[in-house]
């Protein structure tokens, strides 16, 4: 019986250390971790190698419920299947338990977990069709929706070639000009 942890971030300069850290002290003894993938995939490469991982008497935890999934229909799915195989599963963060070979986590679990996962993808469905909606509004105005193309002349990217060439590391630049680590790497990749 194994006790294994899943967690999950959306784009790739996301990271999962609190997810992490919340597993471990939880007593996982192994963590999958998908990076950059979005919970409404049915098929991400590490839930699936976990899925196929799990036996009677396992346990899954993930830090919230919506790291598993954000779309009902398929985290009540994974529910369900784990159940049938007799798989605990645990929600640090919702305070949601189950264990198929006891009354632990019955139908108010069940229920809460079809709230949870409904109130998940109402929350997606909402920023889509805001994002929608701004695209079109972006439009209508003559303007190009979305992030400003940043080229070598822009302020930040040379600045952050600066530092660079002081010596300091892409975390510190960061901190400096503003940005993430991911994006002084995308900065420094350009070149004038």
Not at 170 to 192: C, E, F, N, Q, W
């Amino acid at each position: 019986m194994a006790r294994l942890g899943y967690a999950r971030v959306s784009l790739a300069d996301q990271n999962t250390d609190l997810q992490i850290r919340e597993l471990e002290a939880a007593g996982c003894e192994r963590i999958y971790k998908d990076q950059g993938i979005s919970g409404t995939r049915v098929s991400r490469p590490k839930l699936d190698r976990m899925l196929d991982r799990l036996g009677p008497g396992d346990e899954v935890v993930v830090w919230k419920l919506d790291r598993l999934g954000r779309n009902t229909r398929h985290l009540l799915e994974l529910l369900d299947d784990f159940k049938a195989r007799g798989i605990k599963f645990r929600s640090l963060r919702d305070g949601i338990a189950t264990d198929p070979a006891s009354e632990v986590g019955g139908a108010m679990a069940q229920a809460m977990v079809t709230i949870i996962s409904a109130f998940a993808q109402l929350e997606r469905d909402q920023l889509s069709e805001r994002t929608k909606a701004g695209m079109a509004a972006a439009a209508a105005n003559g303007r190009r929706a979305g992030r400003r193309e940043v080229t070598t002349d822009h302020e930040k990217v040379k600045r952050a070639h600066e530092l660079k060439a002081r010596g300091l590391k892409p975390a510190d630049i960061g901190k400096i000009i503003g940005a993430s680590r991911a994006t002084v790497y995308r900065y420094l990749a350009m070149h004038s």
